[in-house]
């Protein structure tokens, strides 16, 4: 079992030709990436569509990359955008139960100095609203390391069959010890953005081409709560790749390594 | 003929929410409107986006008009990026039904009577996909659209495809909005190429030789003229320049408009970015003057 994001070329336009690629390059799972970052609303029509899609191509979602939106923020600190954010996020749960999946991914963004109070008021307001409404569904919101002071206070408030952790190696990368920060809440880890990079620039490049200390983040993610496959959010724009199926066939190839790698860990 | 010209109140005048930009909070522009001396609206944010309005977004923006002492004189519906009407892909066709629902009930919310549509244009090699789509979205938007008092104007883009739909439905559901900008490129279209072409050979935006578009379109049309998009351009490329700044016959226009079933005030849709003007104020200023001096022309041939 093996995972990669839809949007590896694009998260805009009609997601079947990649959805294509991905099945062809022997992948089981993908991470439903498309509109992670507007204000997209699906309708019933196509969610049915992306069924019909992921059964011919014999792809099943692993999780979905929810949207913080633009207009539509559910931390926003104006109430009607905040409520708007809010039914944004409902949308995607509805849509990942659908889909037969059940984490959606989210980032939290995090306070205003100016203003820290109110952040806190919006995110909490939103997640007592959303609550109900996932555990309805089956649904856990994944949220994903962007402020670790936010993530562990949001960790603590909620509890674990409701809100859980997303690493993102990538972002982590790009900190002093962001690993040494996942460490420390691995029993909430639920869903893993997996990427590499130069610890300088968020590059999505593919596993084992930057800094990320792969060998580590294996004994980590041996030793967490997460459960699923190797999930790869690489993409093609700094890979070096121009052909996306050598760039997928590259990424099944590291992929396949790097569980290797995380179940030699579990076995010592 | 326009009632609001008819009533010689000069200060009735109305420019789109996006004469600077659509991005972001509409509510600077809306107060710059106001303060400019313009008593209306179009509200054409997200008029080319799959953005769908919800019941909070929609009261904000009634709070903003009240705030702000503008009225609404019409929405500018969306075609979609994904959400497409008009498209033979079923899934992408519904998803466009609902958001032509959501347009339509943010006009009624607003205190509108009329959602401005692009029609799109059909395929040359399989045109078929193309209208039976477009027939059963305008089907199912008709008892929708019925029940909450608005209406549905097509705006010219491809002529070949609005003066069908209009002959199939009702006034009382689908009207005609003249965008003067493009009626102005169909002309140029027309007159550079006629010559050259072939009879029979498609011109541009659905024009053919013999089949008049432009302001000849409009004449054919204007018992079903609904709503106004005025601007000006070269003939060359779609600019939304200020009125008076470009090749569109504006007294021809006016003569039309005088004798045609529109109601409304005078509407502008120009935008600042290939305007040569920098300043807001200074660009609203002018098209206010602009738009008071047609409005004062169409008086004159009524």
Request: aromatic share 10%; net charge negative; charged share 25%.
């Amino acid at each position: 079992m093996l995972s990669v994001t839809t949007d590896f070329a694009t998260d805009k336009g009609d997601p079947s030709p990649f959805l294509r690629y991905i099945a062809e390059a022997g992948f089981s799972h993908v991470h439903w990436c498309h509109h992670f970052d507007d204000d997209f609303a699906y309708f019933d029509a196509e969610v049915e569509q992306m069924r019909t899609w992921l059964a011919e191509y014999g792809l099943q979602v692993l999780d979905l990359h929810a949207s913080s939106g633009v207009e539509k923020q559910w931390f926003a600190p104006e109430e009607y955008r905040r409520k708007a954010g809010v039914d944004l996020v409902k949308n995607r749960i509805e849509m990942v139960a659908r889909l037969d999946a059940s984490v959606i991914v989210m980032h939290a963004g995090g306070p205003n100095p100016r203003d820290q109070g109110l952040y806190w008021t919006q995110i909490r307001k939103s997640l007592d609203e959303i609550e109900p409404f996932a555990r309805e569904r089956g649904v856990r919101i994944a949220i994903e390391n962007g402020t670790w002071s936010v993530l562990g206070s949001l960790l603590k408030a909620y509890p674990p069959d409701y809100v859980g952790l997303c690493y993102d190696s990538g972002h982590a990368n790009m900190e002093p010890d962001g690993m040494g920060e996942m460490e420390r809440l691995k029993d909430r880890l639920i869903a893993v953005h997996l990427h590499d990079n130069n610890g300088r620039g968020d590059l999505h490049n593919p596993i084992f081409s930057g800094t990320v200390d792969w060998a580590r983040l294996a004994r980590i993610l041996a030793a967490s709560a997460y459960t699923g496959p190797v999930q790869m959010e690489i993409t093609l724009e700094h890979s070096g790749f121009a052909d996306a199926a050598a760039f997928l066939a590259h990424a099944r190839e590291t992929g396949e390594r790097f569980s290797a790698m995380i179940q030699d860990a579990k076995e010592l | 003929m326009l009632e609001w010209v008819a009533k010689e109140n000069p200060s009735v005048l109305s420019i789109t929410s996006i004469y600077a930009s659509d991005d972001g909070n509409a509510l600077t522009y809306l107060h710059r409107i106001a303060d400019a001396g313009f008593s209306h609206v179009l509200w054409s944010h997200h008029g080319y986006d799959d953005f769908m309005y919800d019941a909070g977004e929609i009261q904000r923006v009634r709070t903003w008009l009240k705030e702000t002492g503008l009225a609404l004189l019409d929405v500018h519906g969306s075609i979609g990026i994904k959400k497409v009407w008009c498209s033979p892909d079923e899934h992408q066709r519904r998803a466009g039904v609902e958001l032509v629902k959501n347009r339509l009930e943010l006009a009624a919310r607003l205190s509108g009577q009329t959602v401005i549509m692009h029609t799109g244009a059909p395929d040359p090699s399989d045109p078929e996909p193309f209208w039976e789509a477009i027939h059963r979205s305008l089907d199912e938007l008709e008892p929708f659209a019925r029940v909450l008092g608005v209406r549905i104007a097509l705006e010219n883009g491809t002529w070949a495809v609005v003066r069908p739909l209009l002959a199939a439905y009702s006034p009382a559901f689908v009207g005609h909005c003249y965008d003067s900008g493009h009626g102005n490129l169909d002309e140029a279209w027309g007159l550079r190429t006629a010559a050259s072409e072939p009879p029979g050979v498609r011109l541009g935006a659905g024009y053919h030789p013999g089949d008049e578009g432009g302001l000849g379109g409009l004449e054919q049309l204007r018992d079903r003229l609904i709503c106004i998009h005025l601007h000006d351009n070269d003939g060359a490329s779609d600019s939304h320049m200020p009125l008076f700044s470009g090749t569109v016959d504006w007294a021809r226009l006016a003569r039309i408009l005088a004798a045609s079933s529109y109601t409304g005030p005078v509407s502008l849709e120009t935008v600042m970015a290939e305007s040569g003007c920098h300043d807001e104020a200074a660009f609203l200023a002018h098209a206010f003057d602009t738009g008071t001096r047609f409005a004062e022309m169409i008086r004159m041939e009524v």
